[in-house]
């Protein structure tokens, strides 16, 4: 699991997996969150979770997750503003190959002064501004 990260952004994936109870990667992402003494989302990653549910017109599933946004207390929403824009546009011109979805994560990570960044996603290892937090 390597090095312990006080405060921890996340991928969308993370919580998509949790929510799927996705056996591979579970337990992996408890250890994670449970170590971490704060955890950094974006407020553009809630918006990509919530599609799910709406997609599925799963509104008990879409009540469930903002229940857990709002009571899980570690939990920091980090919405895109000024800052994170300018952090966006220096990733992006930094690293081309990265999807912008991803850049607006990393910015918030950055912006929200994030130890690691915990993904799944391979192709952010290249970023050197925040530590990428492989599972």
Known sequence: ?????????IDSMI?????EGNDA????????????DEIVFSSFGLGEVLTGFE???DVKGKLRFLSFVETYEKLK????????????AL??????SIKPPDAV???TAISGRADGFLTNDRQ???????SIVML
């Open 1 to 9: 699991m390597g090095k312990v990260k006080k405060r921890l952004a």
């Open 15 to 19: 919580l998509i997996y949790l929510l």
């Open 25 to 36: 990667w579970g337990a992996t992402i408890e250890k994670h969150l449970d170590a971490a």
């Open 55 to 57: 997609k599925a017109k």
């Open 77 to 88: 929403v980090i919405g895109f503003g000024k800052q994170e824009s300018l952090i966006f």
């Open 91 to 96: 990733l992006r011109a930094k690293y081309p």
């Open 105 to 107: 994560h990393l910015a």
């Open 124 to 130: 952010l290892q290249c970023v050197k501004e925040v």
